[in-house]
């Protein structure tokens, strides 16, 4: 039976107000100066939530959390999410209605702060989904995974210090292996190539 994934919050904003946003007249992006700032067409509360690798940003109602509109990410930067050209608070965002009709609002914040916060949300969250991919990727094929190698090369030689403490006098010994594998035993061999040496 499949786990079953659960929904993680990973950033809420108290204030935040969302505009409508006009067509966009060429590929220069969009300017958050177009919008007519001083009257946003709804304000709330955002809440970026995740739920295995998609991330959801919903607005909702300060004091009922009734949904507003919400947003599915699916990689960040991307369509769904794209900030504008002339401010760092405010950004355009897809929202999707569950029946496949999808429509582009603006989003604005109201301090700096919380639209780093916003930004910096979406880029750990993707993050630890691009680690979980390249971790599957490995489970998948160990065999291509990069071997360590921690056995002795031929002609190697380690220089072991060891001090010993007496009660007047500290006395310091140096011992100096060279090791070379291709004339030991087979047993000798296995504990060189595990790091472990008796003579």
Same mark, same amino acid.
Not at 183 to 194: C, E, P, R, V, Y
């Given at each position: 039976?499949?786990?079953?994934?659960?929904?993680?919050?990973?950033?809420?904003?108290?204030?935040?107000?969302?505009?409508r946003v006009p067509p966009?007249?060429?590929?220069?992006?969009?300017?958050? %100066?177009?919008?007519?700032?001083?009257?946003? %067409?709804?304000?709330?509360?955002?809440?970026?939530?995740?739920?295995?690798?998609? %991330?959801?940003?919903?607005?909702?109602?300060?004091?009922?959390?009734?949904?507003?509109?919400?947003?599915?990410?699916?990689?960040?930067?991307?369509?769904?999410?794209?900030?504008?050209?002339?401010?760092?608070r405010y950004f355009v965002?897809?929202?999707?209605?569950?029946?496949?009709?999808?429509?582009?609002?603006?989003?604005?914040?109201?301090?700096?702060?919380?639209?780093?916060?916003?930004?910096?949300?979406?880029?750990?969250?993707?993050?630890?989904?691009?680690?979980?991919?390249?971790?599957?990727?490995? %489970?998948?094929?160990?065999?291509?995974?990069?071997?360590?190698?921690?056995?002795?090369?031929?002609?190697?030689?380690?220089?072991?210090?060891?001090?010993?403490?007496?009660?007047?006098?500290?006395?310091?010994?140096?011992?100096?292996?060279?090791?070379?594998?291709?004339?030991?035993?087979?047993?000798?061999?296995?504990?060189?190539?595990?790091?472990?040496?008796?003579?």
């Amino acid at each position: 039976m499949a786990e079953e994934e659960y929904e993680a919050v990973l950033c809420v904003k108290p204030a935040v107000h969302v505009y409508r946003v006009p067509p966009r007249a060429s590929n220069r992006g969009y300017r958050a %100066a177009e919008w007519q700032l001083d009257q946003p %067409a709804w304000s709330g509360r955002l809440r970026i939530t995740a739920k295995g690798k998609t %991330a959801f940003i919903k607005l909702e109602d300060k004091t009922s959390g009734e949904l507003f509109a919400q947003a599915p990410v699916e990689q960040f930067p991307g369509i769904a999410v794209e900030g504008v050209t002339d401010s760092s608070r405010y950004f355009v965002i897809r929202i999707e209605d569950g029946n496949g009709r999808r429509a582009f609002i603006g989003v604005g914040f109201v301090d700096r702060g919380d639209a780093f916060d916003f930004n910096v949300a979406l880029q750990d969250h993707f993050k630890w989904v691009k680690q979980q991919n390249e971790l599957a990727k490995q %489970a998948e094929n160990p065999d291509q995974a990069p071997k360590l190698d921690l056995g002795f090369k031929e002609g190697q030689t380690i220089k072991l210090n060891i001090a010993h403490v007496g009660k007047r006098k500290r006395e310091e010994y140096s011992l100096s292996l060279f090791c070379q594998p291709h004339f030991l035993s087979d047993s000798k061999q296995t504990q060189a190539n595990a790091g472990w040496v008796q003579f």
